[in-house]
């Protein structure tokens, strides 16, 4: 079963809409904190607001 893409935005209740995670944001918000702590520096996401 696949879940996602498709079924998702059809499937939303409205009132909830504002809690659903933006996984594709949340991906690129650990992309960048992954390459940054690889580039040896220190990873600081407290003041990051969310995507």
């Known amino acids: 079963m696949k879940f996602g893409r498709s079924s998702l935005p059809r499937n939303q209740v409205p009132e909830w809409a504002s809690a659903y ?3 594709k944001g949340l991906k690129k918000l650990i992309k960048a904190a992954a390459s940054t ?3 040896g520096k220190d990873v600081d996401i ?3 607001p969310p995507p």
């Open 46 to 48: 407290a003041g990051v």
């Open 37 to 39: 702590a690889k580039a």
């Open 21 to 23: 995670i933006n996984y």
